[in-house]
């Protein structure tokens, strides 16, 4: 039998249709019911990439008699955490203030007034390791809302309360200085791992937004422990098991401190922000290693996330069918000895063996390796490697490949616009510009509609239900300005002014405080406001380094005491958790560069362009084109007239600007390159 969720496009909640829950997709309806029928709501938040919420799916929302206890007594909700990040944000707040931690799946028991009573995350079928079976929770659920209704309300109000006073109202604070830098960076200094590089221990996830902090702190300074403590990590993760050897891209994060184990999901958010600092550690190092995984994870973006639409897909499993026909984690990626000579032949397959560590023991689970390369910078043959390389993923391609959870969402699609222009440009790929062009143009024709509002996912070329939130206005608006420098095409530079015009006016609140939900959107128990960077920029950072972008662009004020206002969260954070609020450090290392103004009146992909983009002033902003309409394109372009009739780069920060220059060279020693 179907429930509700056949109506939906969110790919999470198709792979619960068929559920013998009666679920209903989060709606006003649902609560209505619930209060007609007097019972409480069960709230069930996870992601179609996400291997616990299919193994709780499975054991629990698959088993008829668990749904037909759950049907009798409860509504059941299910929120897909990628399309209502507002819901996910509010409720998460609540399980980890009552539990201490946090996860998907989110299990969550809500009054039919939406306010949270129990919380959870994974429930087993069976009691185990001090856990309660998911029908023991429902059966002690059930019993305290029919026996102990005042203690219900008493919790629920008191939770919502705590909630209620958790307004950030870090605004009018002042500007992160260079005070609040070093404390950043000697926490991270701090957390550093010197051995395997990154930040704490397992699990490990890759800290693009700090390494990309880190690049621009030393651009600004010469830091140079800045720089090692940046290129050891990308180094340490390019070579480990949490990087694809064979198809390129990143997992989601790594299960132990080494890189080594996996969790085998592959999101878009990871390898476009892990992409775009490969690029950017390149610009600063000159690393052939940077650069082919930049290169490479550009590639996987393109050849196995990109929808027929133009889009960037969200997720790759990290599930996937083995030999046997069962769906285990990590069967897609991982070799044995045996399957290596299998492919390759007892000689390239002992000597892939070696070059990928791959052990007769095993690195993962029943015998079988995930895939790293060794630290030792022993020579290997090159072109044996790539031989090797290229019939190994020949092979796995014959593989039962991980589902694909195809949703574009919004701001996901922006940090990859940005990855792919940026990477286009630095190392000559014009077809990677195009397959950025082509997203944004995505993003315009469908998530933007008629309205210049943003919707937050589409699927198949139809635009989702659920607005767009903070993170993506200001991420988007930060692949549209990326793309603007890089191609020269003024329009996209309007685009993103359109959408930092709705974060004024909707997501701004007194004293340059930002929340995550526009003014006009669905009232939640709480509005939510989180300015911590963790797997993504929080949209507080993203809004506060496009605001600052666009204000360096067009010479608006508004915009950039809106930038400024926002960041005084960046100065209440930074000294005390700089590893999660790496994108807002970012922007701070921009605000006190400059940023840089750049202006080349001169042939869109000419040399002087060219040195611009690659030049590693921090948040620096480019702006190309020849003629007399390049003004109009780019009021940073106007009254730039070529000198000696050659091509000219003019160079401004703080009001002031240098002597315009028609030399390359002198034009990077201006920008740091």
């Known amino acids: ?64 008699s668990v749904a037909a206890y759950l049907n009798e ?82 919790v629920a109000g008191r939770i919502v309360a705590d909630l209620a006073g958790r307004s950030l109202a870090h605004g009018g604070d002042g500007v992160p200085g260079e005070a609040e830098i070093a404390q950043a960076l000697l926490g991270l200094t701090r957390e550093y791992d010197e051995q395997h590089g990154g930040f704490g221990g397992a699990p490990k996830f890759p800290p693009a937004m700090v390494v990309e902090f880190l690049l621009r702190h030393y651009a600004r300074t010469g830091s140079e422990g800045a720089l090692q403590m940046a290129a050891d990590t990308c180094s340490a993760m390019a070579r480990g098991g949490i990087y694809d050897q064979l198809g390129g891209g990143f997992a989601r994060y790594s299960v132990d401190r080494e890189w080594v184990v996996p969790h085998f999901e592959k999101m878009l958010y990871d390898n476009a922000l892990l992409c775009r600092v490969y690029a950017h550690l390149w610009r600063t190092t000159g690393s052939a290693e940077a650069r082919r995984i930049a290169l490479e994870t550009a590639d996987f973006m393109v050849r196995e996330l990109r929808t027929t639409e133009g889009g960037f897909a969200s997720a790759l499993d990290a599930d996937s069918e083995d030999a046997h026909g069962k769906h285990v984690e990590g069967a897609f990626y991982v070799w044995t000895p045996a399957q290596l000579r299998a492919v390759l032949g007892e000689e390239d397959g002992a000597f892939a063996a070696a070059y990928f560590g791959v052990t007769e023991e095993g690195t993962f689970e029943e015998g079988a390796s995930v895939l790293q390369l060794s630290g030792e910078a022993r020579p290997v043959d090159a072109g044996r490697v790539a ?42 790929r014009p077809d990677l510009v195009e397959r950025a062009t082509e997203a944004a143009d995505l993003l315009v024709r469908v998530h933007l509609g008629e309205v210049a509002r943003l919707t937050r996912t589409s699927k198949d070329g139809r635009a989702g239900t659920n607005a767009g939130v903070l993170e993506d206005y200001g991420d988007v608006a930060e692949g549209f300005l990326a793309l603007a420098a890089v191609t020269g095409e003024g329009a ?27 003014h006009e959107a669905e009232k939640l ?4 406001q989180d300015p911590t960077d963790s797997a993504t920029p929080a949209g507080w950072t993203a809004a506060a380094g496009a605001l600052l972008s666009y204000a360096a ?23 005390r958790a700089p590893r999660f609020i790496g994108w807002g450090l970012a922007v701070a290392e921009a605000l006190l560069d400059g940023p840089r103004e750049v202006a080349v009146a001169g042939p869109v ?18 702006a190309a084109g020849e003629g007399p309409g390049a003004g109009a394109e780019f009021p940073l372009l106007v009254d730039r007239p070529l000198v000696g009739g050659e091509p000219t780069a003019y160079v401004c920060r703080h009001f002031v600007c240098d002597a315009p220059t028609t030399d390359a060279g002198e034009l990077a020693g201006k920008l740091g390159g």
């Open 605 to 622: 992909g000419g040399e002087l362009h060219r040195t611009a983009l690659l030049g590693r002033a921090p948040g620096a902003v480019v």
């Open 492 to 518: 996209w530079l309007e685009f993103a002014g359109f959408l930092l015009d709705v974060v004024l006016e909707q997501f701004t609140g007194e004293g340059g405080q930002l929340y995550d939900t526009a």
């Open 73 to 154: 007594r409860f509504v059941a909700v299910k929120v897909d955490r990628e399309e209502r990040p507002d819901v996910d944000a509010v409720y998460m707040e609540a399980v980890q203030a009552a539990t201490g931690h946090g996860g998907w799946p989110m299990t969550v028991f809500l009054t039919p007034d939406a306010e949270p009573f129990y919380f959870g995350t994974y429930f087993p079928p069976e009691p185990r390791h001090g856990s309660p079976s998911f029908q023991q929770v429902l059966e002690g659920v059930s019993a305290a809302w029919t026996d102990r209704r005042e203690e219900v309300a008493e």
């Open 387 to 428: 031989d090797v390389r290229a019939r190994l993923l020949a092979a796995r391609e014959e593989r039962p490949r991980p589902g694909r959870d195809d949703k574009v969402v919004a701001a996901w699609n922006g940090l990859a616009i940005a990855a792919l222009a940026e990477t286009g440009a630095y190392f000559d």
């Open 1 to 64: 039998m179907a429930n509700r969720l056949t109506q939906t496009t969110s790919p999470y909640l198709l792979q619960h249709a068929d559920n013998p829950v009666d679920w209903w997709p989060w709606s006003p309806e649902a609560f209505e019911e619930a209060r007609k029928r007097d019972v409480p709501v069960l709230l069930s938040v996870g992601y179609a990439s996400c291997h616990w919420c299919h193994v709780m799916a499975h054991e629990s929302f698959e088993d008829e």
């Open 525 to 528: 128990i709480r509005r939510p």
């Open 553 to 575: 662009y067009t010479g608006s004020e508004a915009h950039r005491t809106a930038a400024e206002g926002a960041l005084g969260v960046v100065k209440a954070l930074a000294p």
